[in-house]
Structures are given as structure tokens and as C-alpha cells.
């Protein structure tokens, strides 16, 4: 089990354009988190898919959307870029049968925006 | 809402030496409480959580819901102890276990 897997690692945009990022979850795992990471700060969360849909939401603009697809695997996306949008972003799956609160990171993907 | 504190950024300590990184947070549920631990080059990966009360590489951490604080100690630090940490809650009756994360320590073990 490869654990959980992020696409692209790296990803360059200029302000204004849509990104998309990609997540596949942990073997097993059903729940999908994401996570923005700015430069040195704690990881911040964006929102929580479950069953193909938005379970929680933290404080982000609707600019920021995502979706599930069957088979767990998750998509971020983000429009209008802002140059505040730079940051590392992570993927964390977990699972109801495995223990509620464990979560699993991915390796992330760091976006720049020019 | 709720909200994790970690003062210090950065910990220098020498191998050997007891190692206790601090967490503070405000949240006003019951809450569940969490150490990641982030290696050079490795994903960010969950090291301790209050609820199972054990010891991992040595570290423990005590919940004191007086203080509202959940530190991390171990008594004799080792090199491949340096790393970046990250405290973290989790509503406990929350379906969605979203986590808030602390701003973060860098832990460095110097020889």
C-alpha cells in the first residue's frame, strides 16, 4: 500500500487561473481531509469529503471547492488564484473502521502563485 | 471555535537532555488532542493522542484540562529526535474529526 497519494507535487499558476489537485486515499479508507499549509504555519483545514459529499467546511472562500468520486480518490479546486493561495496543500484520509480520529497525510502538493 | 497555541517555534536542546514542548488550547467541547510529528523529507505523520495514553519513541503526553494544556516530554532527547511538531485537536463528538493544527515547534537535538 502505496499509503495515500497526491498529484501533481509540484504546480506553478499565475493569478486569476483555476488548479486542480488530486488525492487517492489510503487503502481502505473512505473520508478524504484537506489541508492548506502556508509557509511556517500549522496546517489549516479546508474542508472534509465523506461519501461523496461535503461533510465539514473550515473557514475558506467558496473559491475553494472539491469533490469525491466512488472510488474515495478526491479533487481540490481552487479559482481566481491569489497570490495568497502559495502554500503546500495536503490530503489526509481516515476511516470510521480503523479509528475515528486517525488521519493519514499525503505527501502534499506545493503551489506558487505568480 | 477552537484555537491550538505552540510558543515556541524553534527548541535547541543537547542529546540527553529532557525535552518538553509545550501546546496550549481553547475550546470550550471535549476535546481530543494530538502530536504530529513532521521528519526531514517524510509526510507529516501522527506520533501520540491523549485518548490512547501511550508512549511513543519515548515521548508522553498528559492532558490537563485545567490548565487546557497537552505538552510534550521526553526525558532524555536523541538526535533522530529533531523534527517539526505539531500539536492538534479534534472535537470529540464530531463526526467529521476536522483537526486545527498549532503554528508548530522545530525540535533540533544537537550532539
Known amino acids: 500500500d502505496a499509503g495515500v497519494t497526491q498529484s501533481p507535487t509540484h504546480l506553478i499558476k499565475t493569478r486569476g487561473q483555476q488548479v486542480t489537485l488530486r488525492c487517492s486515499p489510503k487503502?481502505?479508507?473512505?473520508?478524504v481531509s484537506w489541508y492548506q499549509q502556508a509557509l511556517g504555519q500549522g496546517p489549516q483545514f479546508i474542508f472534509q469529503?465523506?461519501?461523496?459529499?461535503?461533510?465539514q467546511r473550515g473557514n475558506f472562500p467558496d473559491r475553494f471547492s472539491g469533490h469525491q468520486f466512488p472510488n474515495y480518490s478526491s479533487e481540490l479546486n481552487v479559482n481566481a488564484l491569489l497570490l495568497g493561495d502559495s502554500a503546500l496543500y495536503l490530503c489526509?484520509?481516515?476511516?470510521?473502521?480503523?479509528?475515528?480520529?486517525?488521519?493519514?497525510f499525503g505527501p502534499g502538493t506545493r503551489l506558487l502563485v505568480l | 471555535a477552537q484555537r491550538v497555541t505552540q510558543p515556541e517555534k524553534l527548541l535547541s536542546v543537547f542529546k540527553g537532555a529532557p525535552v518538553e514542548l509545550k501546546c496550549n488550547y481553547s475550546?470550550?467541547?471535549?476535546?481530543?488532542l494530538f502530536w504530529y510529528v513532521q521528519y526531514s523529507r517524510q509526510r507529516l505523520q501522527l506520533l501520540l493522542r491523549h485518548i490512547s495514553r501511550e508512549s511513543i519513541k519515548g515521548f508522553t503526553a498528559d492532558l490537563n484540562k485545567g490548565e487546557t494544556s497537552f505538552h510534550l516530554k521526553k526525558p532524555f532527547a536523541q538526535e533522530e529526535d529533531s523534527a517539526m511538531y505539531y500539536c492538534?485537536?479534534?472535537?470529540?463528538?464530531?463526526?467529521?474529526?476536522?483537526?486545527?493544527f498549532g503554528g508548530g515547534t522545530r525540535l533540533m537535538v544537537k550532539p
Open positions: 469529503y465523506y461519501e461523496e459529499e461535503e461533510r
Open positions: 492538534a485537536l479534534s472535537p470529540l463528538h464530531n463526526a467529521g474529526n476536522m483537526l486545527t
Open positions: 475550546y470550550s467541547g471535549s476535546p481530543e
Open positions: 487503502s481502505g479508507h473512505d473520508t
Open positions: 489526509a484520509s481516515s476511516s470510521p473502521k480503523t479509528g475515528r480520529e486517525t488521519q493519514y
